[in-house]
């Protein structure tokens, strides 16, 4: 499956955006979504996953009460709504989807996208 993200951009500390991950092919509601980011000189890092049904999610402690994963099945989309934002969310955010169980591993994800930057200034 070929994942597209978007959404990405410059904002202030404090603000938000909401990034977009697209899957145009396969059986959408069938896969695991993550997001992940990967700021610069650091490994990529998980952020939040969420199931093929919507109902279970998982966050990383770091924006825990300020992200928000989201789908809609229909549409065949991941959102990644960021609020509070902070410097230090400044990365690339990549979407991910597996098969598998909802995981916080990069390994256990198989198709990624492409990635969009995210900047937040102080």
């Known amino acids: 499956v070929q994942l597209q993200a978007s959404g990405g951009g410059l904002v202030q500390a404090g603000g938000s955006l909401r990034l977009s991950c697209e899957a145009p092919?396969?059986?959408?509601?069938?896969?695991?979504m993550g997001w992940f980011r990967q700021a610069p000189g650091k490994e990529r890092d998980f952020v939040a996953a969420?199931?093929?049904?919507?109902?279970?999610?998982w966050y990383a402690d770091s924006v825990k009460g300020r992200f928000t994963i989201s789908r809609d099945n229909a549409l065949k989309t991941v959102y990644l709504q960021m609020n509070k934002l902070k410097p230090e969310d400044t990365a690339v955010y990549y979407c991910?989807?597996?098969?598998?169980?909802?995981?916080?591993?990069?390994?256990?994800?198989?198709?990624w996208g492409q990635g969009t930057q995210v900047t937040v200034s102080s």
């Open positions: 991910a989807a597996t098969l598998r169980i909802i995981s916080n591993k990069e390994g256990d994800y198989d198709y």
């Open positions: 092919g396969g059986i959408f509601s069938r896969y695991e």
């Open positions: 969420i199931s093929g049904s919507g109902y279970d999610t």
